[in-house]
């Protein structure tokens, strides 16, 4: 079954911790995965790709395709990371298949 | 560009009431996405248009729901009746294809739907 979980609905962490968001897939072909993320009041927007390997708001994810996971993690957050984080699995033909969602709480 | 437009952004309706929401996808995007957010199944990916044509709809729930895409600028998801479980976030995205790599998909501000 091509599945994404996100362990945890809610993680809360002190601005300036390190932060690491959890995502695990399951999928028989080669996955390409997504973050997105919706901050307050605004619309649900591509964060990162991993197939572009880039650091994005300080941001980065690897691919384990051993422990098929794609985890989120910023060795130091801020308050304006608190968002909800969305993990996705391009399941083909541009259909993405969302975790239930991380919602980040940074607190000062 | 406006970005991908949904209307309306709240719709309060009564149980066994028709409810059609409405989606206008960024110019020159060529696929157009529906999706139900809610807080105990995230978000689920109910229906998928490519060039107007429905891709897969086995995300849609019931029968009561049906979508359509009369051309490129324009796409409207229907529930009827409707039931206080379709109570949700409704979005569209769009996006464009090519070179066999996934483009980012652009969401609209969302329709929060409340059935009572």
């Known amino acids: ?108 | 560009d406006a970005g991908v437009i949904q209307s309306p952004r709240h719709e309060v309706t009564e149980m066994g009431q028709e409810v059609t929401l409405r989606c206008k996808p960024i110019s020159g995007h060529d696929y157009l996405f529906w999706y139900r957010q809610t807080m105990m199944r995230g978000l689920e990916l109910l229906i998928y248009f490519n060039n107007n044509v429905p891709i897969d709809d086995s995300g849609m729930p019931e029968d009561r729901f049906s979508a359509k895409m009369p051309n490129a600028s324009f796409s409207t998801l229907k529930i009827q009746p409707s039931e206080p479980r379709d109570s949700a976030v409704y979005f569209c995205a769009s996006s464009l294809t090519g070179g066999g790599i996934s483009y980012e998909q652009y969401f609209g501000p969302g329709t929060r739907l409340t059935v009572t």
């Open chain 1, 1 to 108: 079954a091509q599945r994404v979980t996100q362990p945890e609905k809610l993680l809360s962490v002190f601005k300036g911790a390190p932060v690491e968001l959890k995502c695990n897939y399951s999928y028989s072909g080669s996955p390409e995965l997504f973050w997105y993320v919706q901050y307050s009041r605004q619309r649900l927007q591509l964060l990162l790709r991993h197939i572009s390997r880039e650091s994005i708001k300080g941001f980065t994810a690897d691919l384990n395709k051993g422990e098929t996971s794609f985890h989120l993690k910023k060795p130091f957050a801020q308050e304006e990371d608190s968002a909800m984080y969305y993990c996705a699995l391009n399941t083909g033909f541009q259909k993405l298949v969302f975790g239930t969602g991380t919602r980040l709480l940074v607190s000062p």
